[in-house]
């Protein structure tokens, strides 16, 4: 991107929490949150972020349930700078002891920070509705004990077991020309040990009824969440669920935005999105609304949901979906973190890069009848998972429960 002003950089490791042993749950997250706390090279995290900041960048590090990101975005003339900082972090951390025991209580603090968010405590919940005792079941961060049990030598373990140049992409996007990022690869990763990369444990789908969930919160609000098993990242029909989302609940023409905000005035914020797995998928449905107006709400989105799956969608609607995709893709491509990002997980997730172009044949490829049986594969009665928190009791499950079944 040579029109550019900035380069970035995403180095992403094929691992994340549900590579994890129960026990070491928050692992993953945890190491995220030591790489910066000194290496060999840079003695702690100020010394560190300054090497960045002073330049005009930004560095920051994130972990999902398969992958975890370190990335930086800098001055196109600092990408040496920038690159030596990141390959430090991820080869010569320092994992001392002292700072593992202070770094614990950061994240116990991050831990009870979205407890107390009922947005993320609803997305918590019913991933352990729909997963159960599978690591996808369990919270990224993990939980009081879990970290509390974490030692310094269950982290250099795992390191050692993920940590690998053969489960490491680095991706660069900016102004820099190839021959510079590949000399740089090569600088600091020609040494490095390859190695066997642990399995995870796949998901067996054999849900056969609904299921329900309530955590009770004293809130204004209450705040809903309901899950679908649906397909892989990996399925060729993957577009096909992705226009069912945009359809559905992406921005406000949506199908849902109009009914449950627009038209019925139930909530402030309802959207779908869909998490994607290597082995599964889940299709989730968030909406915050009137304690007083749940049960109509679960009863619209419903509705909503049998809708799409007789025959109500027209060509006209699936053509303004198409657009906002690759709209929506092409504008994130501008942005050279984003489209770092994309470069680096094309390969980390799905194996192969794909091109914009690739993806845009891949949409326009979709017909009508295919999303129609995909909604019909995926809302279905006995898949259906719904998590609720706010002014509610767990004797009250029973009750949604069956409202679930009558109405599903």
Not at 23 to 35: A, F, N, P, R
Not at 88 to 116: A, C, H, P
Not at 137 to 144: F, Y
Not at 194 to 202: A, E, F, R, S, V
């Amino acid at each position: 991107m040579p029109y550019m002003k900035s380069v970035a950089i995403v180095f992403g490791i094929g691992a994340g929490s549900r590579y994890e042993m129960q026990k070491h749950q928050g692992i993953s997250h945890l190491i995220e949150h030591m790489l910066f706390k000194g290496t060999k090279k840079r003695k702690d995290t100020l010394e560190i972020s300054q090497v960045i900041e002073g330049i005009g960048g930004e560095i920051n590090a994130s972990t999902s349930k398969e992958t975890t990101h370190l990335y930086v975005k800098v001055p196109y003339e600092h990408f040496n700078t920038a690159f030596d900082v990141l390959a430090d972090l991820i080869t010569n951390s320092l994992m001392k002891e002292e700072d593992i025991y202070k770094e614990k209580n950061i994240v116990i603090e991050e831990i009870k920070k979205y407890q107390d968010i009922p947005e993320d405590l609803v997305e918590i919940l019913l991933d352990k509705i729909m997963w159960k005792n599978h690591p996808l079941g369990r919270s990224i961060l993990g939980n009081e004990k879990s970290v509390v049990n974490i030692q310094r030598e269950d982290i250099l373990s795992y390191i050692n077991r993920f940590y690998r140049p053969n489960n490491l992409v680095i991706s660069v996007a900016g102004n820099v020309k190839t021959a510079d990022a590949v000399l740089q690869i090569g600088k600091y990763f020609k040494k490095a040990e390859y190695g066997d990369i642990k399995k995870y444990l796949p998901v067996k789908c054999d849900q056969k009824t609904s299921q329900v969930g309530i955590k009770f919160k004293k809130s204004n609000q209450t705040h809903l969440s309901f899950g679908f098993p649906g397909i892989s990242r990996l399925d060729p029909d993957k577009y096909s669920q992705d226009l069912l989302d945009i359809i559905l609940g992406s921005g406000l023409s949506s199908r849902l935005f109009q009914k449950i905000r627009v038209k019925k005035s139930l909530a402030y914020d309802i959207h779908s999105f869909i998490q994607y797995f290597n082995d599964t998928s889940a299709f989730n449905i968030y909406a915050g609304i009137d304690s007083n107006k749940l049960k109509e709400t679960i009863q619209t989105i419903l509705e909503e949901l049998e809708k799409i799956k007789d025959n109500s969608l027209k060509e006209d609607e699936l053509r303004k979906a198409k657009e906002m995709y690759k709209g929506a893709l092409s504008l994130s491509l501008e942005s050279t973190l984003s489209r770092a990002f994309w470069l680096g997980n094309s390969i980390i997730l799905y194996g192969k890069p794909s091109t914009f172009d690739e993806i845009k044949r891949k949409i326009e490829e979709v017909k009508l009848q295919n999303i129609q049986r995909m909604a019909q594969n995926i809302f279905t009665k006995d898949k259906i998972n719904l998590s609720i928190v706010g002014p509610f009791k767990e004797k009250d499950k029973e009750e949604y429960s069956s409202l679930l079944q009558e109405l599903g």
